[in-house]
């Protein structure tokens, strides 16, 4: 199997009131903690392609990232939305490595990802069908997408990214389940990043126990 990962960061951070691809944590840019873990996973994966989609315009992040060796690909300046940035991402993968077998795509905003969870997610994803997984009854942010569907990757809603593809393929869906948290905690706001950098009340009200330790162990769900 041969692996492709788009890590999505061509967003405006709109409700997050700044840019949230750098606010610190971990000691490190947001971003960069994401990928980090995104690179720990791909070690265990020979031949893995890596692509991260940023703005139109975004010469700082450029900046970042180039000084790591990462390539990247700019969204396009119109239209713009997750949508646009996915297709982007995937068509700059499969360009380069047209034999892939799979897709995934991973926000920027997930820091906390185990790589284990992304490690498990590829193991588990197949050319013929949609893999999410699964923590606490929610599903993940991220996704496997098996090369069965990468021609419809590139007429995805702008705005709505994959969630019709989910939708109308409801039966190809995968979902393994998981534990760890981080990847139903997304950071969209100033409230969320406050909940990933000191847990307490927050998470409490919203049903979520911190797991200090990447535990991936779960069952096979339909």
């Known amino acids: 199997m041969r692996f492709g990962v788009v890590v999505l960061a061509g967003g405006f951070s709109r409700r997050f009131r700044g840019d949230k691809r750098l606010a610190t944590i971990d000691g490190k ?26 703005r139109a315009r975004d010469p700082l992040i450029e900046h970042l990232l180039n000084q790591r060796g990462v390539i990247a690909t700019h969204a396009p300046a119109w239209p713009v939305g997750i949508g646009a940035s996915i297709t982007a991402g995937a068509t700059a993968l499969l360009n380069s490595e047209p034999d892939l077998d799979v897709i995934a ?17 590829l193991q588990e994803s197949q050319r013929d069908r949609l893999t999410v997984p699964v923590c606490l009854g929610e599903p993940g942010e991220l996704i496997a997408i098996g090369a069965d569907f990468f021609p419809l990757l590139s007429s995805l809603p702008v705005r709505r990214g994959l969630k019709k593809l989910l939708r109308d393929h409801a039966e190809r869906v995968y979902h ?19 909940a990933v950098i000191q847990p307490g009340p927050i998470d409490r009200s919203l049903g979520i126990h911190r797991i200090d330790r990447c535990d991936t162990a779960g069952v096979r769900g339909a």
Request: hydrophobic residues 50%; glycine residues 2%.
């Open 29 to 54: 840019p947001m971003l960069l903690a994401t990928l980090e873990r995104v690179q720990q996973a791909l070690a265990d994966f020979s031949g893995s392609t890596l692509r991260v989609v940023i």
């Open 105 to 121: 795509v991973i926000p920027a905003d997930l820091p906390q990802l185990c790589s284990e969870t992304l490690v498990r997610l």
């Open 176 to 194: 393994p389940l998981v534990s760890d948290t981080a990847i139903i905690r997304s950071i969209n706001s100033p409230a969320d990043f406050q």
